[in-house]
């Protein structure tokens, strides 16, 4: 990140005191934008890497059907994970790399809480070298600049909110878990898409093979494109929040 960029993000980020909330962390919600007369269907599906290894079986079966995903990638992913990130920046018409932090480490500054028993951020300092760290990253393998953050555990305080903002990147929401947190057997994770609707956003996990999300996805795709729903990246669509 350049000087300029790096003193603006400062004086941006010192208008909130690092520490300072106004409210638990929340889980941050939206859904894209649908026409009023419900046309065009879009459905973006979000995938997370936040460590290990890579669900191949998962990324082929989504090449295989000409399904987009946006996949949000760690640098900490991206580094133990070369050739299947060469394997994704091999689809550009498919897949675009966004921001998911340096180390998987959540989006809130508080010295004593735990987000689903991970530490959080003591500063607003270190939460700032999260997402730069990932995106600079991101950058340099792909030549583009991620657009979208979504934190470790997907919640976030106002502290981290601003300082995400002011650091000139959108927060990624979802309004589907798929997979909880590639967690969910394939009966349940093709549950839980077949009752996706135009506007979703779905998120769900492609850093555990071997778990039920690629059997899941395999069984309720081809019943979502009969549907009509359309598949698209978050760099096509407009996300916008909800309760």
Not at 106 to 122: E, K, N, S, T, W
Not at 203 to 225: D, Q, S, Y
Request: charged share 20%; with cysteine.
């Amino acid at each position: 990140m350049n000087r300029l960029l790096a003193a603006v993000t400062f004086l941006l980020g010192s208008l909130v005191p690092a520490g300072v909330l106004a409210g638990p962390p929340v889980e941050w919600h939206q859904r894209l934008r649908v026409p009023a007369d419900g046309s065009a269907a879009p459905v973006a599906l979000t995938l997370d890497a936040c460590s290990g290894a890579y669900d191949a079986e998962l990324i082929a079966l989504l090449v295989a059907q000409r399904v987009p995903a946006t996949l949000f990638v760690t640098k900490r992913w991206l580094d133990r994970n070369p050739q299947a990130t060469r394997e994704l920046l091999a689809h550009p018409t498919l897949f675009e790399l966004e921001n998911h932090g340096t180390a998987h480490v959540p989006a809130i500054v508080d010295r004593h809480a735990r987000l689903y028993g991970m530490a959080v951020q003591p500063d607003v300092e270190h939460l700032r070298a999260e997402v730069t760290g990932a995106a600079d990253r991101i950058q340099a393998l792909s030549g583009r600049a991620p657009r979208y953050f979504r934190g470790a555990g997907a919640a976030y305080d106002e502290t981290g909110q601003h300082a995400i903002e002011g650091l000139g990147f959108r927060i990624a929401g979802f309004s589907v878990n798929a997979d909880g947190g590639a967690t969910l057997p394939a009966s349940a994770v093709a549950a839980r898409l077949r009752g996706v609707k135009p506007g979703d956003i779905v998120i769900a996990h492609m850093n555990k093979p071997g778990r039920g999300t690629a059997a899941g996805f395999a069984a309720a795709l081809p019943e979502l494109r009969q549907r009509g729903l359309r598949f698209v990246k978050l760099s096509e669509a407009e996300p916008v929040r909800i309760p």
